[in-house]
C-alpha cells in the first residue's frame, strides 16, 4: 500500500509561486513512479507532470513545461511541483498519484492523495 498526502497549496497572486509536496508513506515509494494532476470546477482532471521511480526522466504538460517542475526525494519519501509564474488558470484541486506505469493518463495511476487546493487571484 501507498498512502500519499499532498501538502503546500493556498491563495496566491497571479505571477507568484508555490511548492507542493506529496508525502508517501511505505517502504516501497522508490518502486513508484509518481505524478501530478489537477482539476478545476466544471472541468475534467488533466495531467501536469509526471516523473520516473529513478527520478531520472520528467514530463510536463504544454500549458505548463516553462513554468512547473517535478522532482522528488527518494530518501524522504516526497515528490515535490514547484510552480512559478502562476497564472488565474491554474486554479484547481492538485492531486498526487503513483503507480507502477510511467504516463500521463490518469488510469494509469493506483493511488492517489486527497488532493490540494490551489487557487491564483487575478
Known amino acids: 500500500q501507498v498512502q500519499l498526502v499532498e501538502s503546500g497549496g493556498g491563495l496566491v497572486q497571479a505571477g507568484g509561486s508555490l511548492r507542493l509536496s506529496c508525502a508517501a508513506s511505505?517502504?516501497?515509494?522508490?518502486?513508484?513512479?509518481m505524478a501530478w494532476f489537477r482539476q478545476a470546477p466544471g472541468k475534467e482532471r488533466e495531467f501536469v507532470a509526471a516523473?520516473?521511480?529513478?527520478?531520472?526522466?520528467?514530463m510536463h504538460a504544454d500549458s505548463v513545461k516553462d513554468r512547473f517542475t517535478i522532482s522528488r526525494e527518494n530518501a524522504e519519501n516526497t515528490v515535490y511541483l514547484q510552480m512559478n509564474r502562476l497564472k488565474p488558470e491554474d486554479t484547481a484541486v492538485y492531486y498526487c498519484?503513483?503507480?507502477?506505469?510511467?504516463?500521463?493518463?490518469?488510469?494509469?495511476?493506483?493511488?492517489w492523495g486527497q488532493g490540494t487546493q490551489v487557487t491564483v487571484s487575478s
Open positions: 498519484a503513483a503507480g507502477f506505469v510511467y504516463g500521463s493518463s490518469p488510469g494509469r495511476y493506483d493511488y
Open positions: 511505505g517502504r516501497t515509494f522508490i518502486n513508484y513512479n
Open positions: 516523473i520516473k521511480s529513478s527520478g531520472g526522466s520528467t
